[in-house]
């Protein structure tokens, strides 16, 4: 298993702060050096952000499947950060 992937495993955990201490160093020091994973980390906190302070009820129709697809894609050049 790669870094980038013990991370993801990782990372839905490191949000909830629901990781042991040694998990969370892993992600944390991962999440420091790997450009890759700290932009998927700061896309998945103001998803949370974003889900928290907005209605369910009140999205657009289609919203929830655009967002659930952006989860799915890899963070590109033009991804949101
Ligand atoms: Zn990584």
């Given at each position: 298993?790669?870094?980038?992937?013990?991370?993801?495993?990782?990372?839905?955990?490191?949000?909830?702060?629901?990781?042991?201490?040694?998990?969370?160093?892993?992600?944390?020091?991962?999440?420091?050096?790997?450009?890759?994973?700290?932009?998927?980390?700061?896309?998945?906190?103001?998803l949370?952000q974003?889900?928290?302070?907005?209605?369910?009820?009140?999205?657009?129709?289609?919203?929830?499947?655009?967002?659930?697809?952006?989860?799915?894609?890899?963070?590109?050049?033009?991804?949101?950060?």
């Amino acid at each position: 298993m790669s870094d980038c992937d013990k991370c993801e495993r990782l990372l839905q955990g490191y949000l909830d702060r629901e990781l042991t201490r040694d998990e969370f160093e892993v992600a944390e020091m991962h999440l420091d050096e790997c450009d890759y994973c700290r932009r998927r980390y700061r896309f998945e906190e103001s998803l949370r952000q974003y889900v928290r302070t907005t209605a369910v009820e009140r999205m657009p129709p289609g919203l929830m499947e655009k967002l659930a697809q952006l989860r799915t894609t890899d963070p590109g050049p033009s991804a949101p950060v």
